[in-house]
């Protein structure tokens, strides 16, 4: 049990177009949703914490009308990277959990913008 | 005082060995800690955790140690074994309700050779 996934598993777009990865909990109903960024070798980022059914919460430095997250049902949400440049190329994880219950991750994402 | 500093960067052992990875924290209200297991190109997949209350937990070859008067706590992998050679990150969390969220270490690479 307890399984996130995540699509597109990588995705290759032109610099200016914007880009939509899905995140959904398959086995159980996550109340939240995080959405990380992990450069190579790196560390996980947090980008913004979200609640079913209200605004996400962005950490400090994330601009949130570049990176749009959605969290309409208790089993999906989606970030959008909008006008995506070169350097928001990353790999791209969301987790979920059920309360506060043990976060769960998603394969990741990864984003390269030419 | 939200910082997790995770120690060695990396480690190299030899199949059978007990590798060691340590986490020190600063934040006394932390009361979750879970270590992650993250191979390349995929999300982390939750290996062990443990919570204040106890000093040593073991699930199967993974032994968390846990000193609360030290704010540290560590990671021992037995019989280590080729396929455990991956990106381990410890990590703290308090809960708070929905807007507990985890603080990550920077993360240990462990290769463990025949």
């Known amino acids: 049990g307890a399984v996130v996934s995540q699509h597109p598993s990588w995705v290759i777009c032109k610099s200016g177009t914007s880009v939509k990865i899905e995140c959904r909990s398959l086995?159980?109903?996550?109340?939240?949703m995080f959405w990380y960024r992990q450069f190579p070798k790196q560390s996980l980022m947090l980008m913004a914490t979200?609640?079913?059914?209200?605004?996400?919460?962005?950490e400090q430095g994330v601009e949130k009308d570049k990176f749009l997250i959605n969290h309409a049902s208790l089993t999906l949400s989606t970030l959008t990277v909008t006008s995506a440049h070169p350097e928001d190329s990353s790999f791209y994880i969301c987790s979920a959990r059920y309360f506060t219950d043990t976060q769960y991750f998603g394969p990741g994402t990864r984003l390269t913008v030419l | 005082q939200q910082q997790v500093k995770q120690s060695p960067q990396s480690l190299i052992v030899q199949k059978g060995g007990i590798p060691i990875i340590n986490c020190a924290y600063e934040n006394t209200a932390f009361d979750y800690f879970p270590w992650y297991q993250q191979f390349p190109g995929k999300g982390p997949a939750l290996l062990i955790a443990i919570r204040p209350d106890v000093s040593e937990k073991k699930e199967g070859r993974f032994t968390i140690s846990f000193n609360k008067s030290a704010k540290q706590f560590s990671l021992h992998i037995m019989d280590s074994q080729p396929g455990d050679s991956a990106t381990y990150f410890c990590?703290?969390?308090?809960?708070?309700?929905?807007?507990?969220?985890?603080?990550f270490g920077t993360g240990t690479r462990l290769q463990v050779t025949l």
């Open positions: 086995d159980f109903q996550a109340t939240t």
């Open positions: 979200s609640n079913e059914g209200s605004k996400a919460t962005y």
């Open positions: 990590a703290a969390s308090f809960e708070a309700g929905t807007a507990s969220k985890l603080t």
